[in-house]
Each structure stands twice: as structure tokens, then as C-alpha cells.
């Protein structure tokens, strides 16, 4: 009887969320004795999936089209279905592929070992999806890939009803954490060798809202939010307090919630990061009120200030959509406008894509591919020139850079190691004479700047070895202790399998 443990394989789409979620069905497999598949063939596929693109659909049924072969000679293999598409689609995954073992759904990621094996002794394929979240992600075993940098979920799902968008009716409305539960998780991570987390929701600036009315809130939360501040510029502050925790990131808020107490807490809490990842979605007035966003132009402009005045080095992002439904020039042009007036440091860009099941998706006005294509050329065009001409203004400048694990696809043959500098821009860097690991600090000066990264030719002036190096060096030579089972993040680097996931609830476009 071949008694070699199981292996395993997750290939991950879409946005943060779910690479946060893959990270804990590796953590719940490997609890029950799985084991990567690494280059061989897995005994178990799950497809964590994303329900945002209109193909979304034709490209999971693709990839299991190709894979019923691969099962039929493969004897005992088993795929499994999870993510948003599959609470979305529920049984009729197992009707249009016969041939998958398990589907789950966003609210009971946790239940994927027992499915997996209760399909294996009655030989019959289980779906099992629950309307509302049965345990926090972040209390399940997890297998982080990144041993320096970490995501912290403080909540799931979300209250907002944005036209376009599928994901509260596939996460649900908003949940968050205890207070004291998120930096509990936080200092266990700091202990391992994490030294950067990234907070984590789908409207992080939101947080406390899933608490209800503060009268009736957790202690703890009352007590954050005591001096008047909202609990997540209070989380915000609390995160300043853990020893040995550099970097503070988050994302992704909501500019309707973002208050003059975060941009304050942002601004006075030293590891809180100078970067924001701020979702636009569309400049015009009309499209924000179609869209249901719940701000306008010159609210959101105010925020851009702000920020700019507290912050004076902060590197903003963003994500916008073109040819929403209704979507006419003279609005294109106010998208253009507030493009100009933000000076994003960058931007994801998005051709609208209608989802079926939203109230967008009905709306009058779907615009002609090409009429969205050539306005989309035109946005990625002038993005790109106010990148590059935002990153020539960091030429000369002196930046600590934190040592990333593949982030410099062209590292090898331009002998450069690559990092993440505090604003979270890319900085190619020359090799060090001094050995250098991802987690460790290094002190570069930038001499040539691109559109999307910046380069530091000259000798590194200083290293900093960290503890989050000596983390990255133990689990090379698989000396690392075990991850703190039921506590580890996922990694701010992208997922080997996943597509390109974006911040935050930008992946609705
Ligand atoms: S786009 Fe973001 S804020 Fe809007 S409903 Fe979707 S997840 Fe919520």
C-alpha cells in the first residue's frame, strides 16, 4: 500500500483576498499531512477562484477541461473548486465537470480536508457552501510564503453596494476582527522574523463598522476608539507600538471612509508607511453616482491633498475603470483630469468588463469594445508619463530598501538584487559586497529612474542584516521553526500560480 503523504498544488486567481485565502487551504492540507507537489504530478489540484471577469467562467471550465485527462491517468487524483466563482456557481460546477471531487465556497474554506476525504471514501463528489462566514480565515492553519513580510486580515466581505461589483454578495457583508486578536496575530508574526505586514480588507479604512454601534462594541474597541479616532486609525497606532515591526502597509480603503484621523495616524505612526493604494474607479461625478461610489471628484482631489500635506513623500496608487456603462467623453476627460491633479505613482487600469448578477451589468449605455479600448490606450499613455516623471523626481535620493525574493526578473543578467523601498516602489539594486538575503535592509542611492522601478548602480553604502533575514536563511536550509501553525500571513510577492492579483476590491472591474 503506497503510504507516501498526498500531495498538493493550489493555483490561485484573482485579488489579495484569495491569495490570503490560498495560504490557508496550504496551512489546512498540510495540518492533515499533504505535502507540496512542488514539480510533480499533484494528487490534489484546488482551483481557489475569482468571480470578477466576464471569462472568469470560461477559463475555470477551460483549465478543468484540460485537467480530466490528467485525472484519468492519474488514478486516485482528486480536484477541488473553492474561491468566489464557486459560491457563485455551487452544484453546477459538478454538472458541467462531472469530474470534480469537491466544491466549497468563500465562507467555509476550512471544511477542505473533510470534503476531500469524505468525496474519497464515498467515491461522490461533495459541494458544501455556506451563507455566512463559519470560522475568520485567520484562525486556520496557514503555510506562508514569505517568511519577511506578512498579510493580516482585519476583515472580510464588505457593506458597500458599488455597481459593478460581485463581491458582497459572494463575501458577504463586512466581519472584523478583535483588536486584540489582529495584534496578538501581528507580535506572533515579529516573533518569527516578520518584520512588514500589510492590514488587509476589502475597505480596511472601514474598520470597526462590522463592530455595530460603538455602545455595543468589544471593550477593546471601545478603548481604541476613545479619543474620538475611528478603530482603524486606532489599529493603526497599535501596530506603532510593536516592538520590531518596521513596516506597516494596508489595503485597500475606500476614499468615502478615509478620515482626517487615519491620514493623522498614517502621518505620526513612524512604520506606518508613506504609501496608499486608493481605488478612483472614474473622475466624472455622473459615473461615481452610477457606480454608487459615494464620493465625488473634488472629496477625493481633497483626500490627494491631505495626504500630500501630512505626508509629503507618500507614493499614492490607484485603480480606475474605463467605459463604464454611460460612460461619455467629457466624463473620460474628468477621469483624465483627476489623473493629471493626483500625480499617481502608479495606477492598475481596467477595460470596464460587464459581471453578470450586478446592477451594472443591465445598465443602458454598455459602450462598443473599441470605444473603451482607445480610451483605455489614452489613460495607460498618460499614466505612464506622469510615472516616470514622478520617479525622476527620486533620482539621488537615499532609500532603505527591504531585500524581496522575486521581484527582479532580470536580476540575474543585470547582476542586481531587487527590494521594496518604504513607499513601496521597486528599486533594482547593484549586488552588495556584503552578502545580502531577502528580509535584510540595504541603504541605496537611486541613480536612474523607468516608468514603473527605480535603480541604484552605486555601491550600497550600508547593509542591515534583520531578523526576518536570519527567518528567510532558516527556512532555505529547512531549519525554520514551524510557522506558527494557525498564524502566519501571505506574502506581499505574488503567489507562484496566481494571476495577477490587484489591491484590494480593485479586482471587480
Ligand atoms: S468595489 Fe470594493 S467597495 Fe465596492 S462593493 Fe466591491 S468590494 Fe465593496
Redesign the pocket.
Known amino acids: 500500500m503506497n503510504t507516501a503523504p498526498r500531495t498538493y498544488e493550489i493555483r490561485t486567481y484573482g485579488c489579495q483576498m484569495n491569495v490570503h485565502d490560498s495560504e490557508r487551504l496550504s496551512g489546512l492540507l498540510e495540518a492533515a499531512g499533504y505535502v507540496r507537489a512542488g514539480d510533480t504530478e499533484p494528487d490534489v489540484v484546488v482551483f481557489n477562484t475569482c468571480a470578477v471577469r466576464e471569462n472568469a467562467d470560461n477559463r475555470l471550465y477551460g483549465n478543468l477541461g484540460h485537467l480530466r485527462p490528467v485525472k484519468d491517468g492519474h488514478p486516485g487524483m482528486q480536484i477541488a473548486v473553492g474561491g468566489c466563482l464557486a459560491q457563485k456557481d455551487r452544484d453546477t460546477i459538478v454538472r458541467r465537470a462531472p469530474w470534480v471531487d469537491v466544491v466549497f465556497g468563500t465562507h467555509n474554506i476550512g471544511s477542505l480536508p473533510a470534503l476531500l476525504e469524505r468525496a474519497r471514501v464515498q467515491s461522490e463528489a461533495q459541494v458544501e457552501i455556506e451563507e455566512s462566514l463559519v470560522t475568520f480565515p485567520s484562525t486556520l492553519p496557514t503555510r506562508r510564503e514569505s517568511p519577511y513580510a506578512a498579510w493580516v486580515s482585519i476583515s472580510v466581505g464588505?457593506n458597500?453596494?458599488?455597481t459593478?461589483?460581485i463581491?458582497?454578495s459572494l463575501r458577504g457583508k463586512e466581519k472584523d476582527r478583535r483588536p486584540g486578536e489582529i495584534l496578538a496575530e501581528i507580535e506572533a508574526l515579529v516573533a518569527e522574523g516578520v518584520l512588514e505586514v500589510t492590514l488587509l480588507g476589502?475597505?480596511v479604512n472601514a474598520y470597526g463598522s462590522g463592530f455595530g454601534a460603538l455602545a455595543a462594541a468589544p471593550d477593546e474597541v471601545r478603548a481604541m476608539t476613545a479619543g474620538g479616532e475611528s478603530a482603524f486609525a486606532g489599529l493603526l497606532r497599535a501596530c506603532g507600538d510593536v516592538g520590531g515591526l518596521e513596516r506597516v502597509r494596508f489595503t485597500?480603503p475606500?476614499p468615502k471612509d478615509f478620515t482626517d484621523d487615519v491620514i493623522a495616524a498614517m502621518a505620526e505612526t513612524p512604520n506606518v508607511m508613506p504609501s496608499l493604494h486608493m481605488?478612483l474607479q472614474a473622475g466624472s461625478d455622473a459615473v461615481l453616482r452610477a457606480m454608487r461610489?459615494s464620493y465625488r471628484q473634488e472629496r477625493y482631489l481633497g483626500i490627494i491633498d491631505k495626504v500630500r500635506a501630512a505626508i509629503p513623500d507618500a507614493a499614492i496608487t490607484t485603480d480606475i475603470i474605463v467605459g463604464f456603462p454611460g460612460e461619455t467623453e467629457a466624463d473620460f476627460e474628468e477621469t483624465l483630469h483627476v489623473v493629471r491633479e493626483a500625480r499617481f505613482s502608479s495606477a492598475f487600469t481596467f477595460q470596464y468588463s460587464k459581471r453578470p448578477g450586478t446592477p451594472a451589468a443591465v445598465m443602458d449605455g454598455q459602450l462598443p469594445k473599441e470605444v473603451v479600448q482607445e480610451r483605455y490606450e489614452r489613460l495607460v499613455a498618460l499614466q505612464e508619463e506622469i510615472s516616470w516623471e514622478e520617479n525622476k523626481k527620486q533620482l539621488g535620493r537615499t532609500l532603505e530598501v527591504l531585500v524581496a525574493e522575486g521581484e527582479g526578473r532580470k536580476d540575474q543578467a543585470t547582476r542586481r538584487l531587487s527590494g521594496r523601498a518604504p513607499d513601496n516602489r521597486l528599486v533594482h539594486f547593484a549586488v552588495p559586497e556584503e552578502p545580502v538575503r531577502p528580509g535584510d535592509m540595504v541603504t541605496v542611492e537611486v541613480t536612474y529612474a523607468a516608468p514603473h522601478h527605480l535603480v541604484a548602480d552605486k555601491p550600497a553604502p550600508a547593509v542591515r542584516r534583520t531578523r526576518a533575514g536570519d527567518a528567510w536563511e532558516a527556512r532555505q536550509a529547512g531549519t525554520a521553526g514551524p510557522q506558527g501553525v494557525s498564524l502566519g500571513m501571505p506574502s506581499i510577492g505574488r503567489s507562484a500560480q496566481a494571476d495577477t492579483p490587484v489591491p484590494?476590491?480593485?479586482a471587480?472591474s
Do not use: D, E
Request: charged residues 5%; positive net charge.
Open positions: 464588505c458597500n453596494t458599488c459593478f461589483c463581491v458582497p476589502q475597505n485597500s475606500h481605488p461610489r484590494g476590491c480593485s471587480v
